[in-house]
């Protein structure tokens, strides 16, 4: 069993989990949303991040621009969630925005996890 494979799979299914666990729910609905998961999923997206860093393979390259776009998105999301609610309200249509950027990083987390399912699968024994 190699010990970096689990640590960075441990991580790339962790960031879609707590992505999903974010993105679940009424889009419009503030309640339905914590900022904490939020906040625990760009953690998790960056850690994952950086430890895709190091691989020099073609399949590296694409989980680490994967990567990359879901943390923009989330960290986006985060900005715009943060900016609403210290100069204004926050209202549905603001939550739909930070939820719909949360969707596009799950997708590029779901992509993610795929490939690195997909390579794990392919390679021998």
Do not use: C, P
Request: hydrophobic share 55%; charged share 10%.
């Amino acid at each position: 069993m190699n010990l970096d494979k689990v640590i960075s799979g441990f991580f790339i299914i962790l960031a879609m989990t707590l992505n999903f666990g974010f993105f679940y729910g009424d889009i419009q609905s503030i309640e339905s949303h914590s900022k904490y998961e939020l906040f625990a999923a760009i953690i998790i997206n960056l850690i994952a991040t950086i430890l895709k860093l190091g691989d020099k393979t073609q399949l590296g390259s694409v989980l680490l621009a994967t990567s990359l776009v879901a943390d923009i998105q989330l960290i986006t999301a985060a900005i715009i969630w943060t900016v609403v609610a210290y100069s204004s309200t926050m209202d549905s249509s603001v939550m739909s925005v930070v939820v719909s950027l949360s969707g596009g990083a799950l997708l590029a987390n779901i992509t993610s996890v795929a490939l690195y399912v997909g390579d794990t699968l392919k390679s021998k024994r």
